[in-house]
Nanobody, 117 residues
Framework: VQLQASGGGLVQAGGSLRLSCAASGRTFSSFHMGWFRQAPGKQRELVARIIGGGTTNYADSVKGRFTISRDNAKNTVYLQMNSLKPEDTAVYFC????????????WGQGTLVTVSS
C-alpha cells in the first residue's frame, strides 16, 4: 500500500492550493480518508476527514475555508484550501484508516504548504 501526496507549495496569504493524495495497493472505498498537519514545534493535528459515506469533519480553524473530497474510483482524497493564512503553514499528511476488528491505517509522506504574509 502506498499513499502519494502532492500539491503543496508556497502561496501568499489569501491564496489557494489543492492537495491530492493517491492511494494504491488496495481499494479504500470503505476507509476513512483525511489530512493531518504538523507545524514546526507543534503537535500533529487533524485538519479534515471524510468517511466512506461522504460525511466530513473539519478542524474549527479551517471550517469555511477548506473542503475535503474523495474520488473512490481513483482512490484519491483531495483538500481544497482557500483563503490561506500564514498559520496554515505546515507539513500536510494524508491518511486512510478503517477499524474492522483491528485498525488498518496507512500514511502518506507529507507535503509542505508554506503561506507567506
Amino acid at each position: 500500500v502506498q499513499l502519494q501526496a502532492s500539491g503543496g507549495g508556497l502561496v501568499q496569504a489569501g491564496g489557494s492550493l489543492r492537495l491530492s493524495c493517491a492511494a494504491s495497493g488496495r481499494t479504500f472505498s470503505s476507509f476513512h480518508m483525511g489530512w493531518f498537519r504538523q507545524a514546526p514545534g507543534k503537535q500533529r493535528e487533524l485538519v479534515a476527514r471524510i468517511i466512506g459515506g461522504g460525511t466530513t469533519n473539519y478542524a474549527d480553524s479551517v471550517k469555511g475555508r477548506f473542503t475535503i473530497s474523495r474520488d473512490n474510483a481513483k482512490n484519491t482524497v483531495y483538500l481544497q484550501m482557500n483563503s490561506l493564512k500564514p498559520e496554515d503553514t505546515a507539513v500536510y499528511f494524508c491518511y486512510v484508516n478503517r477499524y474492522s476488528g483491528r485498525l488498518d491505517e496507512y500514511w502518506g509522506q507529507g507535503t509542505l504548504v508554506t503561506v507567506s504574509s
